[in-house]
T-cell receptor, first 113, second 114 residues
Framework: DVKVTQSSRYLVKRTGEKVFLECVQDMDHENMFWYRQDPGLGLRLIYFSYDVKMKEKGDIPEGYSVSREKKERFSLILESASTNQTSMYLC????????????FGSGTQLSVL | AQKVTQAQTEISVVEKEDVTLDCVYETRDTTYYLFWYKQPPSGELVFLIRRNSFDEQNEISGRYSWNFQKSTSSFNFTITASQVVDSAVYFCALSEAPTDKLIFGTGTRLQVFP
């Protein structure tokens, strides 16, 4: 069964901490994405990557960075966590090609205190 | 600009009722794809359907059906004879050229009561 795995289901961090959210996919997908989900706002794209060592800004990249050193792994980094980054973070992957469907992980609920 | 609107924030129905979830989109692309995803309480979004802009045929899959109308820029989703297991948040999404990233609506929470 194909899978996108996010390292933590729940995470609690302090303001100012550096936070790493990890995502691994086992489908050999080229594309990987990070979204955040907030009530009333739906899913908003933070960053995405079409290949190893490539990254593109999404709609709300401020306060975040990403790393993709290996094809299967895409990390989201909060350099200095703030309370407004409390959210559900969803990782997704897809194969290359026109408008392929996304496969999602179960999400990480991050609380920044 | 690309945009997806799901005007219904929350819908509650009783089991066996039919329910329609609305989705209206905006795009300047002539070629685009529309999607529906289901997010059950477990949190993981599950793909339901993808349609391209050249295929306006309605689609039926079991109790699920989709009505795509380019004239009104809508891609509505109907569940027939709803069940408790249909309770979830449903997202409509639009694939944006040339990056292929998905733009999501704000979602509709469906609650089906026994």
């Amino acid at each position: 069964d194909v899978k996108v795995t996010q390292s933590s289901r729940y995470l609690v961090k302090r303001t100012g901490e550096k936070v790493f959210l990890e995502c691994v996919q086992d489908m050999d997908h080229e594309n990987m994405f990070w979204y955040r989900q907030d009530p009333g706002l739906g899913l908003r794209l933070i960053y995405f990557s079409y290949d190893v060592k490539m990254k593109e800004k999404g709609d709300i990249p401020e306060g975040y960075s990403v790393s993709r050193e290996k094809k299967e792994r895409f990390s989201l980094i909060l350099e200095s966590a703030s309370t407004n980054q409390t959210s559900m973070y969803l990782c997704a992957s897809s194969s290359s090609g026109a408008r392929e469907k996304l496969f999602f992980g179960s999400g990480t609920q991050l609380s920044v205190l | 600009a690309q945009k997806v609107t799901q005007a219904q924030t929350e819908i509650s129905v009783v089991e066996k009722e039919d329910v329609t979830l609305d989705c209206v989109y905006e795009t300047r692309d002539t070629t685009y794809y529309l999607f529906w995803y289901k997010q059950p309480p477990s949190g993981e979004l599950v793909f339901l359907i993808r349609r391209n802009s050249f295929d306006e045929q309605n689609e039926i899959s079991g109790r699920y059906s989709w009505n795509f109308q380019k004239s009104t820029s809508s891609f509505n989703f109907t569940i027939t004879a709803s069940q408790v297991v249909d309770s979830a948040v449903y997202f409509c999404a639009l694939s944006e050229a040339p990056t292929d990233k998905l733009i999501f609506g704000t979602g509709t929470r469906l609650q089906v009561f026994p």
